[in-house]
């Protein structure tokens, strides 16, 4: 069984910096591309970061560019999120979630159940 | 930069009635690389639909979805209690990757 499970949900002030990590089981993790996906309380499902299967390509959407770092450890099973310079607007469940492809960005056809980041002085 | 513009905002039906989701691209959608997602509060979307119109694994099969270029269309044939949720459309196919549409809710009436 695929699983995906986001850890690191912590309160943190404005310009602070928060970690992320995301622990898969159930499949070849190594294989497929991975991502991070926000939802700001009450708001619509806004995309974030990607990681390719090795590592090798990451992809950012403007918001974050500069200061959000995605990464991962395949020897470890685990996607990570190293987010910096935090802004009120940050403050979202951050969700992880498989690409349905191994070679390609796609589609999402697994994700985790979320963690918070609340952004607040 | 593609923009998905989905409608209407609020759709509010009663079970066993017919649903029409709408998702409008500003730009055409590359080789249809559109997907929808459920998402019920408090939990994490799942995907129904990907290449616009291929089920995901388990959905069922009054979920269904249609479209090329520019516009695209959710329909749940016959709406079961469970299915009221809130639904986005992402395309995958353009620069920026992962675009998500605003969602729409699908209420109780």
């Known amino acids: 069984e695929v699983q995906l499970v986001e850890s690191g949900e912590g309160l943190v002030q404005p310009g602070g910096s928060l970690r992320l990590s995301c622990a898969a089981s159930?499949?070849?993790?190594?294989?497929?591309?991975m991502h991070w996906v926000r939802q700001a309380p009450g708001k619509g499902l806004e995309y974030v970061s990607a990681?390719?299967?090795?590592?090798?390509?990451?992809y950012y959407a403007d918001s974050v560019k500069g200061r959000f770092t995605i990464s991962r450890d395949n020897s470890k099973n685990t996607l990570y999120l190293q987010m910096g310079s935090l802004r009120a607007e940050d403050m979202a469940v951050y969700y992880c979630?498989?690409?349905?492809?191994?070679?390609?960005?796609?589609?999402?056809?697994?994700w985790g159940q979320g963690t918070l980041v609340t952004v607040s002085s | 930069e593609i923009v998905l513009t989905q409608s209407p905002g609020t759709l509010s039906l009663s079970p066993g009635e017919r649903a029409t989701l709408s998702c409008r691209a500003s730009q055409s959608v590359s080789s249809s690389y559109l997907a929808w997602y459920q998402q019920k509060p408090g939990q994490a979307p799942r995907l129904l639909i990907y290449?616009?119109?291929s089920r995901a694994t388990g959905i069922p099969d009054r979920f269904s979805g249609s479209g090329s270029g520019t516009d695209f269309t959710l329909t749940i044939s016959r709406l079961e209690p469970e299915d009221f949720a809130v639904y986005y459309c992402?395309?995958?196919?353009?620069?920026?990757?992962?675009?998500f549409g605003q969602g729409t809710k699908l209420e109780i009436k």
């Open positions: 990681i390719s299967s090795n590592g090798g390509s990451t």
């Open positions: 979630a498989r690409d349905a492809h191994s070679s390609s960005w796609t589609y999402f056809d697994y």
């Open positions: 290449g616009a119109s």
């Open positions: 992402q395309q995958y196919g353009s620069s920026p990757r992962g675009t």
């Open positions: 159930g499949f070849t993790f190594s294989s497929y591309a």
